[in-house]
């Protein structure tokens, strides 16, 4: 389970544009715009693509579905293809439905939980994943992207990750990408587009049934 979820939590920019370098100052500035651009942020609703790449496996596996955001607290990743499958976090606890089966997880029942869900709402509200008390963070822009490389200074993060990469669109200042690469090199690419900010977002895709 820990491994699932961090998997799609994960990213990192496929750059083959020249990166560079942010000074202190543009660091600033970029925080005070992600924060500024999720402060007002309600509700989201948004599709993506997945590529986990397994070095053992000839071809990568593929994915795709919608993510939903709602008051600060809740969201669901659902995967439509090619197959079912659904992670919630609504406030303090986690839902998982895969094609049927069940499991709903009380959040506040482990440090890793909980840090997963910050993560997962980190996905939305970007400020939020940009967490440099667990993670040692260098910032470059990439063409009129923004570019956050995440190696994790926390042990227990260590274990399951190497390095998490960030993009985040230069105009919404919303994430746009996200890689996770785990320690043996395997990594999983999310990619979102038609990204609806404030939109109307049913309590239904957060209940747990």
């Known amino acids: ?17 020249a990166q560079a370098q ?3 100052a543009e660091i600033k500035t970029l925080k005070a715009n992600i924060n500024s651009a999720t402060a007002n942020l309600t509700s989201l609703e948004s599709t993506f693509i997945q590529i986990k790449h397994l070095d053992f496996m000839e071809n990568d596996v593929k994915s795709s579905g919608k993510l939903y955001y709602k008051s600060k607290s809740k969201i669901r990743w659902e995967y439509t293809s090619p197959f079912h499958y659904y992670v919630i976090f609504n406030n303090d ?16 029942s482990s440090k890793l939980l909980k840090d997963l869900s910050k993560i997962m709402l ?11 008390t667990k993670f040692k963070i260098n910032y470059s822009k ?61 309590e239904d895709k957060f209940a747990f049934k």
Not at 95 to 108: C, L, M
Not at 122 to 130: D, F, I, K, P, Y
């Open 93 to 108: 606890k986690m839902f998982v439905n895969d094609n049927g089966k069940k499991k709903e997880t009380e959040v506040s």
């Open 122 to 132: 980190g996905t939305v509200n970007g400020s939020a994943v940009l967490d440099e």
């Open 1 to 17: 389970m820990k491994n699932l979820i961090f998997s799609f939590v994960c990213f990192w920019v496929l750059g083959g544009m």
């Open 142 to 202: 990439s063409g009129t992207d923004f570019l956050a490389k995440m190696i994790p200074t926390d042990k227990t993060y260590k274990k399951y990750i190497q390095q998490i990469d960030l993009t985040f669109d230069g105009k919404t200042y919303l994430l746009k990408k996200i890689k996770t690469t785990e320690p043996s090199l395997d990594y999983t690419l999310i990619e979102f587009s038609n990204q609806k900010k404030n939109a109307a977002v049913s």
């Open 22 to 24: 942010l000074s202190p």
